[in-house]
């Protein structure tokens, strides 16, 4: 079934550890995007891909790093996790980089960080 | 600053009408997109506006009024299956996303 694929779906990270998360999807789709979601917020987008071989920063992209070195996949890690990290990851593509493109999202990774 | 204001909960009965309103003040306007996001689950696509007036989609309706700076989702003969978190979010001069918090709609039989 074609669509975005994240992993792991939930992890529990001891602050200081290093965490990637990982997205693939099948649609070669151009851009990509991580987003974090936590309660009484919006999403917040973290990084962004417009097409591969480029990234770009987002709201909120302090402690976190990306790649996009092939169209498929997009990681997403935590260099040395800390307890604010802690939320609900969500990948993203789009078939059109910003303009009027529906984003399909993946299934969310729940992320804890003590 | 950019904001999205919507309303944090709403309850409706079965097989009633409900419309989840939505304020946005952004940098520029490119689209305003209605998804929908079940508990655990991730958020779909809905609707999207980029013209003033309404787009229909079965059971589902999207208003726009960009000089008001304001949407609304109409969802009409509610189903259970309705329940969910409904996110507005407005695409600005940069072709960034701006998410609301979103609202939960809680259907009772």
């Known amino acids: 079934i074609a669509g975005i694929t994240q992993a792991p779906t939930s992890q529990i990270l001891a602050a200081g550890r290093r965490m990637t998360l990982r997205c693939t999807q099948d649609m070669r789709h151009n851009a990509m995007y991580w987003y974090r979601q936590d309660l009484g917020l919006g999403l917040r987008l973290i990084h962004y891909?417009?097409?591969?071989?480029?990234?770009g920063k987002g709201e909120v992209p302090d402690g976190y790093s990306v790649s996009r070195a092939n169209t498929d996949d997009f990681p997403l890690t935590l260099a040395s996790a800390v307890p604010s990290q802690t939320s609900v990851y969500f990948c993203?593509?789009?078939?059109?980089?910003?303009?009027?493109?529906?984003?399909?999202f993946g299934e969310g990774s729940r992320l804890t960080v003590l | 600053g950019q904001n999205i204001d919507q309303p944090t909960e709403m309850t409706a009965t079965e097989g009633a009408i409900v419309q989840i309103n939505c304020t946005y003040q952004t940098s520029g306007f490119n689209g305003l997109f209605w998804y929908q996001q079940h508990a655990g689950e991730a958020p779909t696509f809905l609707s999207y506006n980029v013209l003033d007036g309404l787009e229909e989609k079965g059971r589902f309706s999207s208003f726009l009024s960009r000089s008001k700076g304001y949407s609304y989702l109409l969802l009409k003969e509610l189903q259970m299956k309705d329940s969910a978190s409904y996110l507005c979010a407005v695409m600005d001069s940069n072709y960034q996303l701006i998410w609301g918090a979103g609202t939960k709609l809680i259907i009772k039989p």
């Open positions: 891909s417009n097409t591969a071989g480029t990234t």
């Open positions: 993203a593509s789009s078939n059109l980089a910003g303009v009027n493109g529906e984003l399909f």
